[in-house]
Nanobody
Framework: QVQLVESGGGLVQPGGSLTLSCAAS????????MAWYRQAPGNERELVAR???????YYVDSVKGRFTFSKDVAKNTVYLQMNSLNPEDTAVYYC??????????WGQGTQVTVSS
């Protein structure tokens, strides 16, 4: 069973930055894709960014130019650098991994709150 553990959430003022981390229990290179999702109260879970093992990274329009997805294969960890945060970014952020057989794995989520 794959475990994904997120960290790095918290309270930040509008315009601030946070970096989320997701540590996997096995090599992230073994996954076909890894992604960050978020879910705000009353909303459905939405895809924020997805990086395939080979290929470009997708970002939802609302975060383009502000969020950056990165990987550290040696540490089995992916990151989401979030800049210029605004209150609409407030949500629980989830790490997701998809294996080559289409199995999906989720972390427990980390809360990000943007408020003055």
């Amino acid at each position: 069973q794959v475990q994904l553990v997120e960290s790095g959430g918290g309270l930040v003022q509008p315009g601030g930055s946070l970096t989320l981390s997701c540590a996997a229990s096995r090599s992230i290179f073994s996954f076909d894709a890894m992604a960050w999702y978020r879910q705000a109260p009353g909303n459905e879970r939405e895809l924020v960014a997805r990086a395939r093992r080979f290929g470009s990274t997708y970002y939802v329009d609302s975060v383009k130019g502000r969020f950056t997805f990165s990987k550290d294969v040696a540490k089995n960890t992916v990151y989401l650098q979030m800049n210029s945060l605004n209150p609409e970014d407030t949500a629980v952020y989830y790490c997701n991994a998809r294996s080559v057989d289409s199995s999906e794995f989720w972390g427990q989520g980390t809360q990000v709150t943007v408020s003055s």
